[in-house]
């Protein structure tokens, strides 16, 4: 089995750790098809007009008009886009992007908590005018033009966050800080997945109780905070199955379990399926 392709910022067009391009052009002529593979950097789409499919961290979902996809660095999809798509792409790293006055990117941290969101024709126009001062500053490259970069994303990204959000003028502190801390959470646990994965263990990284984190997940998600841990470790060991070629005992042992036969039971009851006969099915 081939490893699943890496895209690295040094193997691309990237100039400065950001880049935005038009849609319109790869698409003219013919269908834009990208086949599985993850980054090392920040991918974000945004369709205005088209058709095709997009499928991120095994699931999927339809392209559609006014649509932004937020990929993450880690996470594994692939792409197709119909020819006449119209929109942006933008990719850059998080060490581009670092709000200022927020230096623990927490507006990046918000905005790429959804794959995918759909957005009003108002939102994305006005989106899509900050989209064509970046497009344009960035070809013109006139002085402190990533300055006039960075402000345009703050103002999208700050948008997208309270699209994400479904806006509701009533909510509460306590949904607020509910929502923070699991915003935090997962955060956490795409970082932390490998070594720790007991509940008690983020409730401390997060300074909160055990209690408080499974009530919180359980309030915004329907889920404890164990089931989200389980669909975490699920997660990775799919894009490691998927993504590498190392052996089943490998893949158990770079998420923390010395056991490989209790890996593979646990992998079974989660998804159906042993770890092998997943990765054969994936192809």
Avoid at 220 to 226: A, E, F, I, M
């Amino acid at each position: 089995m081939k490893n699943i392709p890496v895209r690295h910022i040094k193997d691309s067009f990237f100039e400065d750790r950001f880049s935005i391009r038009a849609i319109d052009p790869m698409v003219a002529k013919e269908d834009l098809m990208h086949a599985l593979h993850r980054h090392d950097f920040y991918f974000v789409l945004f369709i205005k007009n088209g058709v095709g499919e997009h499928e991120i961290d095994f699931i999927k979902y339809d392209v559609d008009n006014y649509s932004v996809f937020f990929i993450r660095p880690g996470q594994v999809h692939q792409l197709k886009l119909e020819k006449g798509t119209t929109g942006f792409m933008l990719q850059f790293t998080s060490d581009f992007y670092a709000p200022r006055e927020n230096p623990a990117n927490v507006v990046l941290r918000k905005v790429s908590n959804k794959s995918h969101c759909h957005l009003s024709t108002e939102s994305f126009e006005k989106i899509e005018l900050l989209l064509q001062v970046i497009f344009q500053e960035f070809s013109q490259k006139q002085e402190r033009y990533k300055e006039v970069l960075k402000a345009s994303l703050d103002i999208i990204f700050i948008e997208l966050v309270r699209q994400n959000r479904n806006p509701n003028k009533n909510a509460s502190e306590a949904k607020l800080y509910a929502q923070e801390r699991l915003e935090e959470l997962q955060d956490l646990l795409e970082k932390n997945i490998h070594t720790k994965k007991q509940v008690s263990e983020y409730a401390e990284m997060l300074s909160i109780t055990p209690y408080q984190l499974n009530a919180i997940t359980k309030a915004l998600l329907q889920k404890t905070g164990s089931e989200l841990i389980t669909e975490h470790i699920i997660l990775e060991a799919k894009r490691m199955l998927i993504g590498t070629a190392n052996q089943v005992n490998q893949t158990a042992n770079m998420l923390g379990y010395d056991d490989p036969s209790y890996f593979i039971r646990f992998f079974k009851k989660q998804t159906g399926l042993t770890p092998e006969a997943f990765r054969q099915n994936f192809k």
